[in-house]
């Protein structure tokens, strides 16, 4: 009984969200954008309030910080610190 309530949920929310998958990945990929921004805006010269917090995420971000900056219209990486490209 219960497999067949969390197959119903799944089949539910795959045709609720069907039409907007696009969106959905989008909006996503702008939440990520604004979060590497702040995570990254203290070393581009942004004063960031919140620096001291987010230093612990940076080995965790590393991986994906090229694809962001690229996405950003960014050919090489803004930092001077590393390179990754």
Same mark, same amino acid.
């Given at each position: 009984? @219960?497999?067949? *309530?969390?197959?119903? +949920?799944?089949?539910?929310?795959?045709? %609720?969200? $069907?039409? #907007?998958?696009? /969106? %959905?990945? &989008?909006? @996503? &990929?702008?939440?990520?954008? +604004?979060?590497? !921004? *702040? @995570?990254?805006?203290?070393? %581009?010269? +942004?004063?960031?309030?919140?620096?001291?917090?987010? !230093?612990?995420?940076?080995?965790?971000? $590393? /991986?994906?910080?090229?694809?962001? #900056?690229? &996405?950003?219209?960014?050919?090489?990486?803004? *930092?001077?610190?590393? &390179? =990754? =490209?």
């Amino acid at each position: 009984m @219960l497999d067949k *309530l969390k197959k119903l +949920i799944q089949y539910y929310e795959e045709v %609720i969200s $069907l039409p #907007h998958k696009g /969106e %959905i990945a &989008r909006e @996503l &990929r702008d939440e990520d954008d +604004i979060f590497f !921004l *702040l @995570l990254y805006s203290e070393m %581009i010269g +942004i004063p960031n309030p919140v620096y001291y917090y987010t !230093l612990e995420l940076y080995p965790y971000m $590393l /991986e994906e910080f090229h694809e962001w #900056h690229l &996405r950003m219209g960014m050919d090489h990486s803004p *930092l001077s610190g590393f &390179r =990754c =490209c």
